[in-house]
């Protein structure tokens, strides 16, 4: 009898342990782990991930269906193993995932992970959470894969060169990547530093315009009917206006309140004309006006897109001992060595029927007193036009055919001027002198056929070649007036990029807007802004 009495007894207490178990296990699965602190332990509870599965959450979850086969290799290359469950839980890396991707706005990303509310439950402690542990570890997953496309790789490259970048395509494994984040998640602050730079400063500037957003700074500015322009000495309200705006955006230290035009303003005016590509004058018109009434949203929606096109450039470009940044909407050539500005040039580029293009490449040699190679184009359209009417016109242009084609000798009526910089191009782009100076006072500067016509040409080659004991300044300046091509190798290849930014932060911090002149912003925001950019 006692053993039958024993016997009942373990079999009532076998009945309430597999009872606790089963519904442990069902809290499992319906728990919240940040609000439980609810342990993971695979020895305990199998998390079961394979194709199966994967697809059954991709039913479930349809709106991030599209990251379904990057998802799938995330686990092949982990054969089907649990990537954010330890037996202590979620891993601390998980942690600064979703920290990453609430911040994406700051980075310039104008882009919201689908089901983010699904993912607020896994880590907000004040709420409650349904999520089974699979639905966690594959949300998770996706949330990665959403954060890994928009940071590390951006847009698809098709939809860029779509909008006239040439660039190389990024060749990027998720789950290599995933591997090395998980080995060291400060992998995940340190590509910080692996951008180009004026991704960083771009950035900045975005905080203080969304601060000015926020505060309600940036008041219509409304022009006196009677005033055609304004100028030194004028009095009016709308001055008054300027004047606050100018102190909003920086251009003057304060807002004095006065609606006199006095010498305070004029240099708030000046350095505003300075930052937006016009000519530095005193006077303020109504084209003026009318750029400094712009929306600050679309300020910032130009700040945003131009942060994008920063992630497109391989950041050892500003790793280099020296470099050359040709920017086409501010025409502008920027020459730095040892991250210190030597030169700063303006520039002519290509109108709207002769784009430049934008691409990367290394300059290889200098040509002194170079021949102007004429493109065929341009002679088939131009030359041969010119030689039907006028039979002397290639003598009296110092032209001649050479191998059949048409050649310009070097001399004053060459546009090429006195050297040109040479690097590999598809389209036979490279920067040259110009003997037209007074043409790079104007505003709007796309004239040329494609190549880039660089005003301070001379000194930049005396910059480039500043060490290099073969080519002194006496030789250099020689090679330049003698009036027979003379080519100079460089021992070590100059990185430049020619770049399109409609905005751009210099180094005191300052940030320039300019005309969009290949009418690129746009469509880039359509790409970047619209919900299925990944």
Known sequence: MKNVVLYIALLLFSISVASTYRTNSKTVANTSFAHSKLKYDPGSYSLKIDSTVISRFFKTYPNVKKYKSDVIALYKKRNYKSIWFDNQGIIEFANLLYSKVNQLEDDGLQSRFTYKEKADLIFNTNR??????????????????FYAKKVYKGIEIEKIREIGWFIPTKNLSYASLLQSLLADPQLLDKNEQQLFNQYYKLRTVLKKYRQIEQNGEWNLIVRDSLMREYKLGDNSETIGQIRKRLAVTGDLQHDSKSTLYDAELMTGILNFKKR????????????HIERMNIPIENYIKTIMVNMERCRWIAPELTKAEEYIIINIPSFKLIYKRNGKTELESNVFVGGTMNETLVFSSSISHLIFSPYWNIPTSIVQSEIKTAIDRDKNYLADNDMEWNKGRVRQKPGPKNPLGKVKFIFPSASDIYLHDSPAKSLFESEYRAYSHGCINVN??????????KNNPDWPAERIQKAMDSGKETTCILKNKIPVHIGYFTTWVNDSGEISFYNDIYLRDDRLAEILFSDDSQ
């Open 128 to 145: 409650q959470n349904n999520l089974t542990v699979t639905e966690t570890e594959l949300l998770l997953s996706a949330m990665y894969i």
């Open 276 to 287: 937006n590509g016009y000519k530095i004058d005193p006077i303020i018109t109504s084209s």
């Open 456 to 465: 301070k040409a001379q000194e930049l080659a005396h910059l480039i070649l």
